[in-house]
């Protein structure tokens, strides 16, 4: 299987900025997404990187370097909601997730 | 409705019980899935369905069974399950080679 890695946990404050990164050991994939998963919650999609660059969506900017092999998910202005799990996965003929970071924000 | 529905939320099911999972999504995504999640670990995949047909079987012990009648259901029969088999079971859909995975709720099964 494709191999993905995340960092475990994260802690940070409110308002502050926080970067999760996203490594992998493969290549041929079609694109790069990010999930959201509060406990006791479904995983929801937040951003896809088909091509290199960076996406941003409000708050959320995610960014991917096939070059370099990784990938990353930024957080800006963070709120106490953004408490969860985030997985980063990479699209082949299905989806391969990572094994998710963790991040407490605290006030 | 929209998106994609589970049901049940919950089970709690003995070894020798016989259930099923349903899952339903009216987004016309033409393919599904069925994920395993246990505690502390990451999305596990189970079984794949692509325009109906099982594309994906991941080595999932044959006490699962998959089921999908049609483009927007999809079932997950359960039977002599071991106690290491709870965990939260989602279901996912989306457009082929589309980033966006659309989740249900999931179930939280618990055997006894």
């Known amino acids: 299987g494709q191999s993905l890695e995340q960092p475990s946990e994260v802690t940070a404050v409110e308002g502050a900025i926080v970067q999760i990164n996203c490594t992998y050991q493969?290549?041929?994939?079609?694109?790069l997404s990010w999930y959201q998963q509060h406990d006791g919650g479904a995983p929801t999609f937040l951003s896809y990187?088909?091509?290199?660059g960076l996406e941003e969506t409000g708050r959320f900017s995610s960014f991917l370097s096939r070059s370099d092999s990784y990938g990353y998910l930024l957080l800006q202005e963070l709120q106490m909601k953004d408490s969860a799990s985030y997985f980063c996965?990479?699209?082949?003929?299905?989806?391969?997730f990572g094994s998710g970071t963790k991040l407490n924000v605290k006030p | 409705e929209t998106g994609v529905t589970q049901t049940p939320r919950h089970l709690v099911m003995g070894m020798t019980n016989k259930k099923s999972l349903k899952c339903e999504q009216h987004?016309?995504?033409?393919?599904m899935y069925w994920y395993k999640q246990s505690a502390k670990k990451p999305l596990e995949l189970m079984f794949v369905?692509?325009?109906?047909?099982?594309?994906e079987n991941n080595s999932v012990p044959s006490r699962f069974s998959p089921e999908c009648p049609n483009s927007s259901h999809l079932f997950l029969h359960l039977h002599t399950l071991q106690p290491e088999d709870s965990a939260l079971y989602l279901c996912?859909?989306?457009?082929?080679?589309?980033?966006?995975?659309?989740f249900g709720p999931g179930t939280r099964l618990t055997v006894l």
């Open positions: 996912a859909s989306t457009s082929d080679k589309s980033g966006e995975q659309f």
């Open positions: 493969t290549s041929g994939f079609y694109g």
């Open positions: 990187n088909g091509l290199d």
């Open positions: 996965a990479v699209l082949f003929n299905k989806f391969y």
């Open positions: 987004l016309g995504h033409n393919a």
């Open positions: 369905y692509s325009l109906e047909e099982r594309v």
